[in-house]
């Protein structure tokens, strides 16, 4: 099992061991896909998993498995995973201190680092198909 080379906030922890206990596979781990996209530069989507998909890393934060397939992985080194709960909408959110400014703006200030979430309403839930089906 790899060791993360990303950090996982203690919000982010406690979010995502919450999604897994209270899911259908509670002793699986949680499915993180990170990809390009948007003027902050992550786009993602999580599911709970009964095991890691062929091609993906497991990577232990504390008592959690996180499955990351190899671009999620690549594209989250250095980045800070977090969870941030406001009264319009929940969910992770990833600062990555490395990212350029959006060009969005036409302000010439040096921005912040760029800062991406993910809503808790993104959850994809699977289920298994039922025997003899």
Do not use: W
């Not at 259908?24 to 902050?40: D, I, K, N, Q, Y």
């Not at 497991?58 to 800070?80: C, F, N």
Request: aromatic share 6%.
């Amino acid at each position: 099992m790899l060791q993360p080379d990303f950090t996982v906030t203690a919000a982010a922890t406690k979010f995502i061991r919450r999604m897994v206990r209270f899911s259908e596979h509670p002793a699986g781990g949680f499915r993180l896909t990170v990809t390009p996209g948007g003027c902050s530069g992550y786009s993602a989507e999580f599911t709970v998993e009964q095991a890691p998909r062929a091609g993906d890393s497991e990577v232990q934060v504390d008592d959690i498995k996180l499955y990351l397939p190899a671009e999620s992985r690549l594209m989250l080194e250095g980045v800070t995973v977090d969870f941030a709960e406001t009264p319009t909408s929940s969910g992770l959110t990833f600062l990555n201190p490395r990212a350029g400014n959006c060009g969005c703006s036409s302000s010439a200030d040096a921005s912040p680092p760029a800062e991406a979430s993910v809503s808790v309403s993104a959850i994809v839930r699977r289920h298994a198909p039922a025997a003899g089906h």
